[in-house]
């Protein structure tokens, strides 16, 4: 089934027609259900930015540059972007609660991985596992909200979706400043321990409150789920992401060749999906599925904007500018506060476009302002910069998410949830990608600016896309 661009109704803004009376969106959806969820969905976003704020207490723990502390960026977006659709994939095949529950105990074991790594490759390890755990919650809490709205025969309520996005907006907002606070007080061990306590709480209440998962596919009650995926489609999907990130990973000296594998893969991988009787991706729906593919690759290039700021800036705060971990994490601040008003205010309207446009002419003024930061540039004006990217970072992913829920099907939420997220982490390799370019060994001013050069051009881009795209303008 494939939702078209002429269904404005429900479809554009993601939410339901239904406007419940005060405490119904409770019944069904309350507290129990959603605690877990939100606990669990927070880790993922909250790992891949509390870490900006550590990568040169890193650095000079183990004697290393920031070409090589990108890695720890890398490969936790490298190993969300291939989980995330595996997982919600998985979700959709097995069930979600078993999905959650699995992806949380790999969250402990990989905080315990890096809290006691005493090498570098260690902490890669860690980062891989944590990226692979925490992509277990978003599309398996997308999918148990399906579940429940199927039970109950109603529509998610907004504001339960309203508080997902929030955990995971917010969450990646207060990451450099939780990350900044925890290298100062207990050392950047903490931001790999801080996971395990979380994951523990997140595990107990799942436990207890999220219902055990309904027959699927035709399973009678009781039975085992049916395993239907397609391992073949996985494996090509993983390489062919893996073969693209290792070319992404090293701007500085393109390794070309790498293009040629990438492609055969992708025609492979194109291929198979066209012919499997139940494919990984369903190329067919993404193809008659305009307004969901532009989501898609809005929410890839967004990101890639926001977190060449999330990590090129603050690395150059603390490099260039001399300011401490937690220094900078404060002065990213205002970027933390802005992107979690602007989440809930992103949450509260009716419209996809008017946020998306404004969050879009954000990011090119932020980048605007980086192209005159300085070593003189008071410190108001760097607080603003930081802010200008922290509103665009609330009302991109508050829409998106609205944009995925009204344009996936609904039998797909789980593994179309998880290739948004795909296209969110394909774009943030980038940007590390982009960072490790412009600034080699150490940030400096000449990096900061030819990454705010690269970041208006993709920002008007990005504008463009935005502006242009017809399926927005439509209303609830």
Not at 6 to 30: C, I, Q
Not at 61 to 90: N, R
Request: with cysteine; charged share 10%; proline share 7%.
């Amino acid at each position: 089934m494939t939702r078209s661009a002429t269904e404005p109704a429900e479809a554009t803004a993601g939410l339901p027609r239904e406007t419940a009376a005060p405490g119904n969106e409770d019944r069904g959806f309350g507290a129990r259900l959603t605690a877990p969820l939100l606990m669990g969905s927070l880790l993922n976003p909250l790992n891949t930015t509390m870490i900006s704020t550590a990568l040169v207490a890193i650095g000079h723990s183990f004697g290393i540059g920031a070409a090589d502390t990108a890695w720890l960026i890398s490969v936790l977006y490298l190993a969300s972007a291939v989980a995330q659709p595996v997982l919600g994939k998985l979700a959709d095949t097995l069930g979600p609660r078993r999905v959650f529950l699995g992806g949380l105990v790999v969250v402990i074991a990989s905080g315990l991985v890096g809290a006691l790594a005493p090498g570098f490759g260690t902490l890669i390890v860690s980062r891989i596992l944590l990226g692979i755990g925490t992509s277990a919650a978003y599309p398996a809490a997308m999918a148990v909200l399906r579940d429940e709205s199927a039970r109950l025969g109603r529509p998610t309520p907004r504001p339960v979706l309203a508080r997902l996005s929030f955990a995971g907006l917010g969450s990646a907002a207060v990451g450099p400043a939780l990350g900044g606070l925890l290298v100062s007080v207990v050392g950047w061990r903490g931001i790999f321990a801080v996971n395990v306590p979380v994951a523990l709480l997140a595990l107990g209440a799942a436990l207890l409150w999220v219902p055990a998962d309904p027959p699927r596919g035709g399973t009678p009650a009781g039975s085992p789920p049916k395993l239907s995926l397609d391992p073949l489609g996985i494996g090509l999907f993983t390489t062919a992401l893996t073969v693209l990130a290792f070319f992404l990973l090293d701007l500085a000296e393109p390794r070309w060749w790498l293009l040629a594998p990438f492609a055969v893969l992708t025609a492979v991988l194109v291929r198979w999906q066209l012919r499997a009787p139940r494919p990984f991706i369903d190329l067919r729906m993404l193809a008659g599925n305009g307004p969901l593919l532009r989501t898609y690759a809005r929410h890839g290039l967004g990101y890639l904007l926001v977190y060449c700021v999330m990590y090129g800036f603050t690395q150059w705060l603390e490099e260039a500018r001399g300011f401490s971990s937690g220094q900078a994490g404060l002065l990213m601040l205002p970027m933390s506060v802005t992107a979690l008003v602007c989440s809930l205010l992103g949450a509260r309207t009716r419209s996809l476009r008017g946020p998306l446009v404004t969050a879009s002419l954000l990011l090119a003024v932020g980048a605007g302002l980086l192209l005159f930061l300085a070593d003189d540039t008071p410190t108001a004006v760097l607080m603003l910069a930081g802010a200008c990217f922290g509103a665009p970072q609330g009302l991109i992913g508050t829409s998106n998410q609205a944009a995925v829920q009204a344009y996936a099907p609904p039998e797909g939420i789980g593994a179309a949830a998880g290739l948004q997220r795909t296209a969110q982490y394909i774009g943030a390799i980038t940007a590390s990608s982009l960072i490790a370019l412009a600034y080699a060994d150490a940030a400096s001013d000449a990096g900061l600016h030819l990454m705010a050069a690269v970041s208006v051009v993709l920002a008007v881009a990005l504008t463009v896309l935005t502006v242009t795209d017809r399926a927005l303008g439509a209303r609830t």
